[in-house]
């Protein structure tokens, strides 16, 4: 009696654990009924017919993290390098990623690498560094296309690290020397032919400054003697105003005669005083003729002689 309860409660607790399914939170379970294609299970309980339903698959729901590792890879310019990232996904129809792919994982590990391969192939070693993001992108699209029968949807692809060889890394380094140094003369020769155009229109704004003066003092020395001229002019007018004044006033006329006659004797006198010879005159070759000369001039300066006046 006691055997029987006992095998009649393993019995049971057999077709119950066959019969109750939970399906956590994060999955989902493909269901199978005599080897065919049932349903697929969401998360919660559930209850199967035992001996006949049975899960087949239990797939995760979640964003997956799939590491692709690292591969060789030939760039356009002939250059080796070793590349290596990371494949997010998630399977979005757990009927076709249980019967469209036997394993989706390393289906989707060997697509990626397939097509990294062929994309670094379309690219120089200079740009694989500059243009991660649209390799990534590239890579995406690719395998995204390829994965749809699987009933997975690839998210994004990352490069993780590019690596050239040991000879790649030294001719890049001497390259980037190079290009240093090129660089720096580059600089150099900017420096100095700046410095050269700094000198030159420093030269030329000294010449243009120097010239400027020049010109302003000539035009100075000009304008002073064109002004001591027009005073001289004017003073010179205003003498020859007054003197023609004063020889049109009473006896004016006399006295210019008066005049040139003392500045001819005082010449005459430095002339006899200076000379080697004796020079006279032919106006004064007589005595007579030097007396007649002075008195002519003695009576011509004397004032005119009035009558005395009646008484």
């Known amino acids: 009696m006691g055997m029987t309860i006992t095998l009649a409660v393993i019995v049971a607790g057999v077709i119950a654990w066959n019969t109750l399914v939970v399906v956590p939170m994060r999955q989902a379970a493909v269901v199978e009924r005599l080897g065919r294609f049932l349903r ?10 035992p001996f006949l339903d049975r899960i087949a698959y239990r797939h995760e729901m979640r964003e997956q993290v799939i590491d692709v590792p690292s591969q060789s890879c030939i760039t356009r ?3 080796q390098v ?21 394993d989706y994982r390393r289906a989707a590990i060997n697509l990626a690498q397939t097509t990294m391969r062929a994309e670094m192939g379309k690219l120089p070693l200079d740009q694989v560094f500059s243009e991660r993001d649209r390799l990534n992108e590239a890579i995406v699209s690719e395998i995204d296309t390829a994965s749809d029968p699987w009933g997975v949807k690839i998210l994004r692809y990352e490069i993780r690290d590019i690596t050239p060889t040991d000879h790649v890394v030294h001719t890049l380094e001497k390259q980037m020397e190079a290009e240093r140094q090129r660089r720096a003369e580059v600089t150099n020769a900017e420096a100095g032919r700046e410095a050269m155009i700094n000198v030159s229109e420093g030269e030329r704004q000294a010449a243009i400054n120097l010239s ?10 000009a304008r002073g003697r064109a002004e001591a001229i027009s005073v001289v002019a004017a003073a010179t007018a205003s003498a020859t105003r007054r003197v023609a004044e004063a020889i049109r006033a009473p006896g004016g006329n006399e006295a210019v005669k008066m005049k040139l006659v003392r500045q001819y ?13 004796t020079v006279v005159p032919r106006e004064l070759a007589t005595v007579k003729g030097l007396a007649d000369g002075v008195a002519q001039v003695i009576g011509a300066a004397a004032p005119p002689s009035h009558p005395p006046p009646s008484r």
């Not at 697929?40 to 017919?49: D, I, K, S």
């Not at 070793?82 to 036997?102: C, F, K, N, Q």
């Not at 400027?212 to 020395?221: A, T």
């Open 40 to 49: 697929v299970l969401v998360p919660g309980p559930h209850f199967l017919v």
């Open 212 to 221: 400027e003066g020049d010109k302003q003092r000539r035009i100075n020395e």
């Open 82 to 102: 070793d590349v290596d990232g990371i494949v997010y996904l998630r399977v979005i129809d757990p009927e076709r990623a249980s019967y469209g792919i036997e």
């Open 77 to 79: 310019d002939n250059i």
């Open 265 to 277: 004797l005082e010449g005459l006198a430095r002339i006899l005083g200076e000379a080697q010879v």
